[in-house]
């Protein structure tokens, strides 16, 4: 990995990345597994050869693991939970690659054997955007973990999660509280008090124009708010100082953009960045700017690299969009044999293919290689003791380098460009690599983190006594 140069989107913004989904999506549904369900892969002993994904060595196998050492646990199984908002009514499939990422994982893992001989079953959740505090509920009494679920609201479910001593290996979490609580890990952590400022670091030198005379679209949105506020003062710390050219979008939309594109143009602003989704407004902006002959460089959150994006530039409007990356691109997946992976696994079962579905995907396999582990003692207190000791993690070469067991996001990213409908790597050069460099985590002003946190770095809103702490 190279590492000369030098967060991908806020956690205050994380919602949306709901809004538009991902790249590269198809549609389908992954059948929800159980433990009797078989398919997949061969089982490894079958071959013997074994199983990876990756350059992870599969944590699925057989085994000889006995005991009813935990809820949900028993001889034979390990019950977890996991899921997503696919049934909110106003956007229906809302974010469905993350339980057809975990359904089309446990079939993976149960076909070699499971973890330790166990066998996985698993409860899948729709907590439909507005009922994630009643799924957390039903999941505090039945399951051992949730594992590589992501809910918009978790932060109206972190109070019950907390208190019934739930750990949970998530795919993403939204609300501070829910980023920084107890017994919460993630594959790709975005902590509310770090950032991964490489994908701006990566754009300022592979564009002059976006370390002199960049501005940041943003609008009333109160998340889209306080992401560019927290985006404002990391560009301050990179050397970077934004235009402030007084333009703001009604999140409600607007009845003309060409103002807005005016007011760019005649600032002088050369270079845009935005933590705003890709929506119907964010699309007139840009339309706008073609109209009135302004053409900045367009350096975007992870969530422009969407296929909505792709199908919406049709005229070339968006050519001059990056979007900055932790994730290996799609269009990467025959130089990285993870990326494949997962497409190949998910595809098979008719699932939808996205960002988030890795990103669940890296979360169940951080999860299945703690609870290997662990063996035959399978506890909560042994997960939290075994993720707390995970300090480097790429989900067998999904994503960047990052700090699970610290909490801690990247400190990398890569560019990709639009063309089109078809996103390329344009930065760093070498197709699969990242530009990584220690100093691109930055701390964040406290100001912006929605909660405060203890010495450990933990949410204090619902902290008890009673939490598993880590034991090592």
């Known amino acids: 990995m190279k590492g000369t140069i030098a967060r991908v989107a806020a956690t205050t913004v994380a919602l949306t990345v709901l809004a538009t989904g991902c790249a590269s999506e198809r549609g389908g549904s992954a059948a929800v597994p159980d433990a009797t369900t078989g398919g997949g892969t061969a089982a490894a002993?079958?071959?013997?050869?074994?199983?990876?994904?990756?350059?992870?060595?599969?944590?699925?196998?057989?085994?000889?693991?006995?005991?009813?050492?935990?809820?949900?646990?028993?001889?034979?199984?390990?019950?977890?939970?996991?899921g997503?908002?696919?049934?909110?009514?106003?956007?229906?499939?809302?974010?469905?690659?993350?339980?057809?990422?975990?359904?089309?994982?446990?079939?993976?893992?149960?076909?070699?054997?499971?973890?330790?001989?166990?066998?996985?079953?698993?409860?899948?959740?729709?907590?439909?955007?507005?009922?994630?505090?009643?799924?957390?509920?039903?999941?505090?009494?039945?399951?051992?973990?949730?594992?590589?679920?992501?809910?918009?609201?978790?932060?109206?479910?972190?109070?019950?999660r907390v208190a019934c001593n739930l750990p949970v290996v998530a795919g993403y979490t939204v609300g501070p509280n829910a980023a920084m609580g107890p017994m919460k890990?993630?594959?790709?952590?975005?902590?509310?008090?770090?950032?991964?400022?490489?994908?701006?670091?990566?754009?300022?030198?592979?564009?002059?124009?976006?370390?002199?005379?960049?501005?940041?679209?943003?609008?009333?949105?109160?998340?889209?708010?306080?992401?560019?506020?927290k985006v404002k003062n990391v560009m301050k710390s990179l050397g970077i100082k934004p235009m402030e050219c007084g333009v703001q979008l009604n999140n409600d939309g607007d009845p003309s953009y060409v103002p807005f594109a005016e007011k760019f143009k005649a600032c002088g602003v050369k270079a845009l960045w935005t933590s705003k989704t890709p929506d119907p407004s964010a699309f007139s902006l840009l339309e706008a700017l073609d109209r009135v002959g302004a053409h900045p460089t367009l350096v975007m959150e992870a969530t422009w690299y969407s296929q909505a994006v792709a199908k919406w530039n049709t005229?070339?409007?968006?050519d001059k969009i990056h979007a900055g990356l932790i994730f290996q691109p799609f269009e990467n997946a025959d130089k990285v044999p993870a990326v494949k992976k997962y497409m190949d696994l998910v595809g098979a079962e008719g699932g939808k293919i996205a960002l988030l579905g890795?990103?669940?995907?890296?979360?169940?396999?951080?999860?299945?290689?703690?609870?290997?582990?662990?063996?035959?003692?399978?506890?909560?207190?042994?997960?939290?003791?075994?993720?707390?000791?995970?300090?480097e993690w790429t989900g067998g070469g999904l994503h960047a380098p990052t700090d699970p067991g610290g909490n801690m996001p990247a400190s990398c990213a890569l560019l990709v460009k639009l063309t089109g409908s078809t996103y390329k790597q344009v930065a760093p050069a070498a197709v699969g690599e990242f530009e990584c460099d220690k100093g691109n985590v930055l701390k964040t002003d406290p100001a912006t983190w929605g909660t405060k946190l203890d010495g450990d770095r933990i949410a204090t809103t619902f902290l008890t006594p009673d939490v598993i702490k880590p034991q090592v």
């Not at 509310?192 to 609008?219: C, H, Q, R, W």
């Not at 005229?315 to 968006?318: A, D, F, M, P």
Request: net charge negative; proline share 4%; charged share 20%.
């Open 45 to 82: 002993g079958d071959s013997g050869v074994k199983e990876t994904f990756g350059t992870l060595e599969s944590p699925c196998g057989k085994g000889d693991a006995k005991g009813a050492t935990d809820q949900g646990v028993t001889d034979t199984t390990i019950t977890i939970g996991y």
């Open 84 to 160: 997503d908002d696919r049934g909110f009514t106003k956007a229906p499939g809302l974010s469905k690659e993350m339980g057809d990422a975990i359904s089309a994982m446990i079939k993976w893992c149960n076909a070699q054997g499971g973890i330790n001989g166990r066998q996985i079953k698993g409860n899948q959740y729709d907590a439909a955007y507005m009922q994630a505090a009643t799924v957390m509920q039903k999941a505090c009494k039945q399951d051992f973990m949730l594992v590589g679920e992501g809910f918009a609201m978790d932060e109206s479910a972190e109070q019950y």
């Open 185 to 229: 890990f993630e594959a790709v952590p975005y902590p509310v008090d770090y950032y991964n400022g490489a994908p701006m670091k990566l754009a300022s030198t592979t564009f002059p124009e976006f370390a002199s005379n960049v501005d940041l679209i943003t609008s009333t949105s109160p998340a889209v708010m306080t992401g560019s506020n």
């Open 315 to 318: 005229s070339g409007v968006g």
């Open 358 to 391: 890795m990103q669940a995907t890296s979360g169940f396999l951080l999860w299945a290689t703690a609870a290997r582990d662990c063996g035959s003692e399978l506890t909560r207190q042994c997960m939290v003791n075994k993720l707390s000791q995970v300090h």
